[in-house]
């Protein structure tokens, strides 16, 4: 295979090396293989991934693929599947798996999800776990190690790097404000926008907001009249409300819940979560 400009990923390149995988064990009945789905951006890339897959000699089944996020939840209640291989990016745009892993862990909530990344970047793996990943996955990362990594997240572990755990929890630690996102999750507010919104929901007057952005009041009046247009709010209580009932209800704002208790518990016995070096 021929590096360099061509897009297809190295790793899946790189197979018939998969002997040495270790004994990680699937929780699965015995001779049952991993049931998996593949979500990639074009066709040929779900392809490769399932040839590749196929030819591991790993106990792995792909029962179905996809390339737009509408059509994940149909290809899951056809296709029963215990792992969901999902790109950041698909066909639909950029990110769009991101809001197809909320949908998923939604509505099946017992199949693991890995998300498929380009690069690891910070913003990208955080946003990954908290719209609910099992596991990230880069590219970049050796086709053998994306089997274990499957049987890992089918064993009910995290796969993730240490260094992109502590960028999760560092985000955890700092509670990071969150993007207010519509139902297609495009972002409605500019990066500016959302943060005159948290002061506001922190309670700082028009007059300490100028001050603490540099922006005359008048500035952060027409802000705040555009804001009331993008979220149909009216007053700054009502601004307020709706950002306090986000950050308590919504599920991407939980940082992945059931993530962060499995952390917890799992670092509480002093274990590892992943297989995976740093």
């Not at 090396?17 to 293989?33: A, C, F, Q, V, W």
């Not at 274990?148 to 960028?167: E, H, M, N, P, Y």
Request: aromatic share 4%; charged share 25%.
């Amino acid at each position: 295979m021929v590096e360099g400009r061509c897009s297809i990923p190295r790793w899946l390149g790189r197979m018939g090396s998969e002997r040495n995988l270790g004994d990680l064990p699937m929780k699965k009945s015995p001779g049952k293989p991993a049931r998996v789905f593949i979500a990639d951006s074009s066709s040929m890339g779900c392809q490769l991934m399932v040839r590749a897959l196929q030819q591991s000699r790993q106990p792995i089944k792909v029962v179905g693929s996809a390339t737009e996020s509408m059509e994940i939840p149909k290809g899951l209640g056809e296709n029963p599947s215990d792992v969901a291989i999902i790109s950041a990016d698909l066909r639909d745009g950029p990110s769009a798996g991101l809001c197809a892993v909320r949908e998923t862990r939604h509505s099946y909530p017992h199949i693991r999800i890995i998300v498929l990344v380009d690069s690891p970047e910070r913003s990208l793996i955080v946003e990954a776990f908290r719209a609910g990943a099992d596991g990230v996955f880069s590219r970049s990362e050796p086709f053998e190690m994306l089997c274990k990594c499957i049987r890992a997240v089918c064993a009910g572990q995290i796969w993730a790097r240490s260094d992109q755990l502590r960028f999760v929890i560092d985000a955890m630690a700092k509670n990071e404000p969150q993007p207010i996102k519509g139902t297609n999750g495009t972002k409605l507010l500019t990066k500016r926008e959302e943060e005159l919104v948290h002061l506001v929901a922190e309670g700082l007057t028009n007059r300490d907001i100028s001050r603490q952005l540099s922006l005359t009041e008048h500035t952060v009046r027409n802000y705040l009249f555009r804001i009331f247009n993008k979220l149909g709010t009216s007053n700054r209580l009502e601004l307020a409300l709706y950002v306090i009932k986000r950050r308590g209800t919504e599920p991407s704002t939980d940082l992945g819940g059931e993530l962060f208790s499995k952390l917890a518990a799992e670092v509480g016995e002093g274990r590892l979560l992943r297989e995976h070096p740093s």
